[in-house]
């Protein structure tokens, strides 16, 4: 198997940040649009080398990053994002959807997460949200391909029992779908609402310490 880069291949790293379960926050997960596509951006151009070799199979400049989120088709495909106290992506999931072949439809997923927010479960649970968002697409099969080594990736491979194959130091991943059912359907809605209202949250508090960050000069003064 030749080394190939698709669309929506996207690593992440194993390093984890010692954390206790009690200052765990748990990660909400967003469906993005064409409006967060500069955060997108702040957060591809965040991964070092080593995360961007997993992400491209090569060290990429940042013009080739900034050209992959400039066509991103938020039409076409998913993508989801979860985001930290500042707004800032920590974590980006891709689903695209590959052309049908009859009865069957494939979408690909990539993740890529953050080396500061590594180990609190955000790649889990970005695919646990693009397995339910392809159930209720009429996906019958989740796809991801990754380098091998991307022990993470294949950690989250073999948990939800994805079949997976080896070849010349990738890896291919393959998940058969059940069909969507009204549980399917109500756990998405729920997750999203969930998440639309914590990011409200998490920018209504941004906002306000802008503003008392603004009154700090004129307080200091007096």
Known sequence: MTQTTTRANQP???????????ARAPALVRELNVIDRERL?????????????????????????????RTI?????????????????TGVGHLAYLPAEGDKRTAEFGVSV????????IGTKLFERAAI??????????YMHCLSRNSTMMHIARKSGMKIEYAYGEADAYL???PADQSSIIAEMLQEQAAVFDYALKRQARNASKIFESFMPAAEAA
């Open 114 to 121: 953050l080396e500061s927010a590594r180990g609190e479960g």
């Open 41 to 69: 951006l702040a957060h591809f151009l965040a991964l070092d080398a080593d995360d961007r070799l997993l992400r491209f199979g090569q060290i990429v400049p940042d013009h080739v990053i900034e050209n992959y989120v």
């Open 176 to 178: 058969t779908l059940k």
């Open 133 to 142: 968002r392809s159930r209720n697409t009429h996906v019958t099969m989740l």
């Open 12 to 22: 992440i790293a194993t390093s984890a940040r010692p954390l206790s379960i009690a």
């Open 73 to 89: 088709d938020f039409k076409r495909d998913t993508v989801f994002g979860v985001f930290d106290a500042k707004l800032q992506l």
